[in-house]
C-alpha cells in the first residue's frame, strides 16, 4: 500500500514562503505522476502542479504559474512545492497525490496523503 505523508504546512503572511515536503512509501508506478492539490473550505479540490518522474516534466495552474515550484529528490520519493509570494487567496488544505498519469484533474489521482494546512495572512 503506498502512503503519502504531507509536511511543511503553517501560517505566513503575506508574500513569505512556505516549503511543503510529501514523502511516499515507494512509487506505485515505475514512472509516476506526483501532483500537488489544495482545498479552500467551500470550494472544491484545485490542481496546483505535477512532475513526472519518467522525465521531469511540469504543469502548473495559472493561479500559482511564477510563484510556485514543484520539485523531487533524486530518489523521486520525496516531492516538493516551494511557494513563495504567498497570497490570502492561497490559503487551503494542501494534498499530494500520485498517479500513472499527470492531470490537474484531481479525479484521475489514485493515491492520496492526509494533507497539510497552509494559511496566509494579510
Known amino acids: 500500500q503506498v502512503q503519502l505523508v504531507e509536511s511543511g504546512g503553517g501560517s505566513v503572511q503575506a508574500g513569505g514562503s512556505l516549503r511543503l515536503s510529501c514523502t511516499a512509501s515507494s512509487l506505485p508506478y515505475r514512472r509516476t505522476c506526483m501532483g500537488w492539490f489544495r482545498q479552500a473550505p467551500g470550494k472544491e479540490r484545485e490542481g496546483v502542479a505535477t512532475?513526472?518522474?519518467?522525465?521531469?516534466?511540469?504543469t502548473y495552474s495559472d493561479s500559482v504559474k511564477g510563484r510556485f515550484t514543484i520539485s523531487q529528490d533524486n530518489t523521486k520519493t520525496t516531492t516538493f512545492l516551494q511557494m513563495n509570494s504567498l497570497k490570502p487567496e492561497d490559503t487551503a488544505m494542501y494534498y499530494c497525490?500520485?498517479?500513472?498519469?499527470?492531470?490537474?484533474?484531481?479525479?484521475?489521482?489514485?493515491?492520496w496523503g492526509q494533507g497539510t494546512q497552509v494559511t496566509v495572512s494579510s
Open positions: 512532475i513526472f518522474t519518467g522525465g521531469g516534466g511540469t
Open positions: 497525490a500520485a498517479h500513472q498519469f499527470c492531470s490537474l484533474d484531481s479525479s484521475n489521482f489514485r493515491y
